[in-house]
């Protein structure tokens, strides 16, 4: 319109220019309106991230496999002992061949169904101890970060629990309940929450006095709306993190419960028993599949769990959403 | 300064006593036949009572805390009767802690030096090759339980450098491997906060000032970024030191080093409630002392830091 060359003044005025506006009051509320959502944009930025996407996947069709692998053709039973046709002795040993993928342990019991039904203990362990942590951690720690008057006597229980010794919980455990699936992950859970709820109390601390809360406060905003809209949105990316963080921390301790003899017993297949089975036979070379086959799909687990849950942090960090 | 010692120092003793209360009591109740061993089966009821009898384990449980109490304060650890049994604690100690010492201050001193250096060098090279291979190591360090690289680098490391696979003290080859497995995870966890707190550190304003008034990008990453940047973790440092005298399980049982490591899981799977004891009441107050130097050192490393007065905002 501008380049027009106009001769007259009256030419160039265009009637519609100058008809009056309507009133709209759908229109009026648009510029206050975001489609901003948490999740949506958390997600969207998770997938930004290829390896962990990539990551993401391998967890699910892991995880899945290890739900479904029972049920499909041909899959041998974790605890039976297979018989040598030709010897009538305990198939020992069997090196990995088209029958036994991954060989047969010192017992003659099939070590790909072994590792599955292990990988499935273990993810159940890790699972249930870490919702346990996320549930008893944010409950106690916000009481401790959000109830000043409860701070020193929380603290004080903290300090004497924290330098008790995990094992004698643990031996006392087994001596009440004996060793079994429920009692290592009763025995998890009663340690557990200790350092989710000191971690939760540290960041309600930080963020409980901030200047935005102060203003929220001032302004009239309902407790209620400023822990789910202020502070939650806060935590819910650390505290995905401490979940994600839980299940390979979880998974690794049973290994470590179980090298020092107070994890499962040895007829409940699970990683750390089966590692431990491969490390009693590593002195030979040619029985090293049973370690290193347990060794990878665990570290695969441990590894993915890993990358995901600090790829899913950072998504769900608001101050990283676009 | 030393008010807030006294003051802090007081409220650990009292934790300290609750905490050795508890596990005291907690050792009571323990099943008693933890107490004979294999010998357990052999003995009829008369011999058992008796030999708990001499214990003193069939005293009232208030005299039993009593005379513990009173050993305690008068220094005297007390004798193991099952580890070793009629064997003085400190002399089972002394002959442990110098190799826990040994290998555990080895691998402090190596994750020092080595994460910090790779925090710092990830971070100035930060999402690039070296940032991406540092980072590459964390997570695997991180994710995979200990157990399975230090047993892979016991199996493949020693026959690849052709050491012996078990420590022998007068073979001075095979302390280096288990002094650098052990090492391995404090260098992660050094280079993953190094690398945090510098990359924070970096985006602060006073290091954009330090650059705009013409300072060299070395001299800034020395004097200012290094030193606000080793701040929180100069807190855990005493900690990590004094904990190095319990030892590594997995390398001590691994190696089969005679340290610490499996001491306090042994004895008390053996019920030895005198070392029991004694090596809860080392460990926490190890715990306590550290937090405190910990503190400390965290003031004397940042002067704005006041130990006195609380926070503004709380």
């Known amino acids: 319109m501008g380049n027009k060359k106009i001769n007259k003044v009256t030419d160039g005025i265009t009637e519609n220019l100058f008809e009056f506006a309507e009133f709209d009051d759908a229109e009026a509320q648009r510029a206050g309106y975001s489609n901003y959502s948490y999740w949506r944009s958390t997600w969207q930025v998770f997938i930004k991230n290829r390896v962990a996407f990539a990551l993401l996947i391998l967890i699910i069709v892991l995880v899945s496999f290890t739900i479904i692998q029972p049920y499909l053709p041909n899959q041998k039973h974790p605890t039976k002992i297979y018989i040598d046709e030709t010897t009538n002795m305990q198939l020992r040993n069997h090196p990995p061949d088209k029958e036994f993928w991954f060989g047969t342990n010192s017992i003659g019991q099939d070590l790909w169904s072994r590792i599955w039904s292990g990988t499935r203990t273990s993810l159940f362990i890790g699972v249930v101890v870490g919702l346990w942590e996320a549930f008893a951690g944010i409950i106690i720690g916000a009481l401790w970060g959000y109830v000043r008057s409860l701070d020193r006597i929380i603290t004080e229980i903290y300090n004497v629990l924290d330098n008790i010794p995990v094992t004698i919980v643990l031996i006392l455990m087994t001596y009440i309940m004996r060793p079994s699936l429920t009692t290592i992950i009763v025995a998890m859970c009663i340690t557990g929450w200790l350092g989710m709820a000191r971690f939760v109390r540290n960041l309600i601390v930080i963020i409980r006095d901030r200047e935005y809360n102060l203003a929220s406060k001032c302004l009239g905003t309902p407790t209620r709306r400023i822990i789910t809209k202020n502070l939650l949105p806060y935590l819910v990316s650390v505290i995905m993190l401490r979940i994600a963080l839980a299940i390979p921390a979880a998974i690794g301790y049973e290994v470590f419960l179980t090298y020092i003899g107070l994890g499962l017993p040895v007829s409940i297949p699970s990683l750390g028993n089966l590692i431990n089975e491969g490390r009693a036979l590593m002195m030979v070379p040619s029985l090293r599949y049973q370690l290193i086959f347990p060794a990878i799909v665990l570290s695969m687990i441990t590894i993915s769990f890993y990358v995901m849950g600090n790829a899913f942090a950072d998504a769900a960090d608001p101050r990283n959403h676009v | ?314």
């Open chain 2, 1 to 314: 300064m030393l008010k807030y010692s006294l003051k802090r120092l007081g409220q650990s003793l009292i934790t300290l006593f609750i905490i050795v209360t508890v596990v005291f009591l907690l050792m009571r109740l323990m099943p008693e036949e933890g107490y004979f061993g294999q010998a357990y089966e052999k003995l009829d009821e008369a011999q058992r009572e008796a030999i708990l009898a001499g214990m003193g384990l069939r005293d009232p449980i208030h005299i039993q805390l009593l005379n513990f109490y009173k050993s305690i304060l008068s220094g005297d650890l007390g004798v193991s009767n099952i580890y070793r049994p009629k064997v003085p604690i400190a002399e089972i100690l002394k002959s442990k802690i110098p190799y826990s010492l040994y290998f555990g201050l080895t691998a402090v001193a190596i994750s020092l030096v080595f994460g910090v250096s790779l925090g710092i060098l990830m971070a100035r090279s930060k999402s690039k090759f070296w940032d991406k291979l540092g980072t590459c190591y964390i997570v695997f360090i991180n994710a995979v339980p200990a157990a399975v690289y230090y047993l892979f680098i016991q199996l493949y490391l020693t026959g690849i450098f052709n050491v012996p696979m078990l420590f022998k003290a007068d073979d001075p080859r095979t302390w280096i491997l288990p002094a650098i497995s052990m090492s391995l995870g404090g260098t992660a966890s050094y280079a993953m906060w190094m690398r945090r707190y510098m990359v924070d550190e970096l985006n602060k304003d006073y290091v954009k000032l330090a650059r705009a008034k013409g300072l060299r990008n070395k001299a800034i990453m020395v004097k200012h970024v290094f030193r606000n940047a080793f701040v929180p973790m100069a807190q855990y440092l005493p900690s990590t030191i004094l904990y190095t005298i319990a030892g590594s399980i997995y390398i001590e049982s691994l190696y089969s080093i005679p340290g610490m490591g499996g001491l306090l899981v042994d004895v008390i799977q053996r019920q030895d409630n005198t070392v029991v004891q004694a090596l809860v009441l080392i460990y926490s107050s190890i715990g306590i002392v550290g937090l405190f130097l910990g503190d400390i050192l965290m003031a004397l490393f940042d002067p704005r830091i006041n130990l006195n007065k609380k926070g503004g905002a709380r």
